[in-house]
């Protein structure tokens, strides 16, 4: 099965900037997730963008899917502190099965 | 109220040793998963089980084993355990389908010496 790749693998940003993460992947896709992990701790669901949407919202979480590319967006807005963590983009082929992207570290600086 | 708790959270043990992993979730999920993360942080899924049955089965040893008595629970047994074998195992909950997330446990950081 196929792996996500994700760029950059570490992103360190001032407090109140924006943070983009991208993803791509090989294979179809039912959906495409983005989890973060702060370190320590299990996962946490952030959003879910199915293959048939293109955009969508959440609090300061904007995520694009471009199936035709074969790839994904994770911007946060006016970032903070407590933003800092490894964000996972993952993706659900047919047969319901999650497939992890080697995930992208964050650090926010205060 | 814990969703997803899975114990111990830390396990050191020696090379041959067997040991298990608990795993329960209180959300009314009927899917369960184990996923192993290695030292490169990339997770990688060893089992799901659907309402006690296994569903997906990856390549893993057989001296890994899991054991579903009820939908909520899902524990990792292993056998014979190798160096290798040191990682954070992940136990997961989903109510299944396309359209829901996954509900993760904290993890149980596994060290063989």
């Known amino acids: 099965s196929q792996q996500g790749e994700e760029d950059p693998q570490a992103l360190s940003i001032q407090e109140g900037e924006n943070a983009t993460m991208n993803c791509s992947y090989k294979?179809?896709?039912?959906?495409l997730q983005w989890y973060r992990q702060n370190s320590g701790r299990g996962l946490v669901h952030l959003i879910l963008?199915?293959?048939?949407?293109r955009e969508k919202h959440s609090g300061r979480l904007r995520v694009t899917l471009d199936t035709s590319k074969k790839s994904s967006s994770l911007l946060i807005t006016a970032s903070r502190a407590a933003d800092t963590a490894s964000y996972f983009c993952?993706?659900?082929?047919?047969?319901?099965?999650?497939?992890f992207g080697a995930g992208t570290i964050l650090r926010v600086k205060s | 109220d814990t969703a997803v708790s899975q114990t111990p959270k830390y396990l050191v043990t020696q090379m041959g040793n067997d040991k298990s992993i608990k795993c329960e979730q209180n959300?009314?999920?009927?899917?369960m998963y184990w996923y192993k993360q290695d030292s490169k942080k990339f997770l990688k899924i060893m089992f799901s089980?659907?309402?006690?049955?296994?569903?997906i089965n990856e390549t893993v040893p057989n001296r890994f084993s899991p054991k579903s008595p009820d939908k909520a629970h899902l524990n990792l047994h292993i056998n014979s355990l190798e160096l290798g074998d040191s990682a954070v195992y992940f136990c997961?909950?989903?109510?299944?389908?396309?359209?829901?997330?996954?509900?993760f446990g904290s993890g149980t950081r596994l060290t063989v010496v």
């Open positions: 997961a909950s989903s109510q299944g389908g396309r359209d829901y997330g996954y509900t």
């Open positions: 089980y659907n309402n006690k049955e296994l569903i």
């Open positions: 959300l009314g999920h009927d899917t």
């Open positions: 993952v993706m659900m082929e047919y047969g319901n099965k999650l497939v």
């Open positions: 294979t179809s896709i039912n959906n």
């Open positions: 963008i199915r293959s048939n949407e």
